[in-house]
């Protein structure tokens, strides 16, 4: 019986890859006492993988046609456990309720989503390893320049990301549009960020900032309310040019930036 390949689940699978499977597992410093968290296993071919390696691993798998498959496969594997489920709908009290390592070459439609999801449920998820869009994983791991957005920082204010590796289309059955790759955040458990800025602050002034890319950091800052000469004064205070735009901003630097604006909130 052969699978029939659903777009709608984005299901383009890493079959007979042991190259790229073996690189996974490497760069994701996979160990035996990890817990793994797999999202998408598919017909489980990053799956063998892990079972082999760790203690616990649990799969959440949207696609009712894969769970004989996998079972077949894997059911008889006491460090396996099988959530049929949409991973978004999936209460991490209840059914995860332990400390997780995320291996994972997700379905792409949602790939924000499941990033939010996972960062939601931060208390029990300190390290994420997956598989995205290549130029996703570009735009969240940008440093510097054009590439950074607001879902850069939007990871960034919780964890640091880091570009692993590429993975040409061609590895994928079937082959999909776009390349791949690998990557990683490892979200931070001290908070170092949201204890500095409360999040609903945070994002309103990165959107603002963003909210024409084109303009400068001035000009977009002016739509929450503030003068020119306030915006001038707080770039200064920390040597910041006036005419730098959001994407020159790094994470610190906006921390520091929406301090300043908070401490003299009376000024605006
Ligand atoms: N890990 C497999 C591999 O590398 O060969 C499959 C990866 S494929 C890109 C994504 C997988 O995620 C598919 O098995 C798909 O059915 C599953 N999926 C799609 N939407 C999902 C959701 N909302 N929750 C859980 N799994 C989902």
Redo the contacts with the bound molecule.
């Keep these: 019986m052969s699978f029939k390949h659903k777009k709608k689940?984005?299901?383009?699978?890493?079959?007979n890859q042991d190259e790229v499977l073996n690189k996974i597992i490497e760069v994701s410093n996979v160990n035996k006492s990890d817990s793994i968290l797999e999202?998408?296993?598919?017909?489980g071919?990053?799956t063998g993988y892990l079972l082999d390696i760790v203690n616990d691993v649990t799969c959440?798998?949207?696609?009712s046609d894969?769970e004989k498959i996998l079972l077949r496969k894997y059911g008889d594997r006491e460090n396996f456990k099988l959530i049929m489920q949409?991973?978004?709908k999936i209460d991490f009290d209840k059914e995860i309720n332990k400390k997780v390592k995320v291996v994972?070459?997700?379905?792409y439609y949602?790939t924000s989503p499941i990033i939010n999801k996972l960062i939601e449920n931060k208390k029990y998820v300190d390290e994420i390893y997956i598989m995205v869009q290549k130029e996703v994983a570009e735009r969240i791991c940008s440093k510097s320049g054009k590439e950074r957005s607001v879902l850069t920082l939007s990871v960034e204010y919780f964890g640091e990301a880091e570009y692993l590796f590429t993975i040409p289309k061609e590895y994928f059955t079937p082959i999909p549009k776009v390349d791949s790759a690998f990557m990683s955040i490892k979200l931070y458990n001290d908070n170092r960020y949201l204890n500095k800025v409360d999040e609903k602050t945070f994002f309103k002034f990165v959107k603002a900032t963003f909210s024409n890319k084109r303009k400068n950091i001035v000009n977009n800052l002016k739509t929450l309310g503030y003068s020119r000469e306030i915006i001038e004064k707080n770039l200064e205070k920390l040597s910041l040019s006036k005419n730098l735009r959001a994407e020159n901003l790094s994470i610190d630097n906006f921390i520091d930036l929406i301090t300043l604006f908070k401490n003299g909130e009376a000024n605006v």
């Design positions: 689940f984005g299901q383009n699978f890493l079959t999202i998408g296993p598919g017909e071919a990053l959440v798998e949207i696609d894969l949409d991973i978004l994972a070459n997700i379905p949602i």
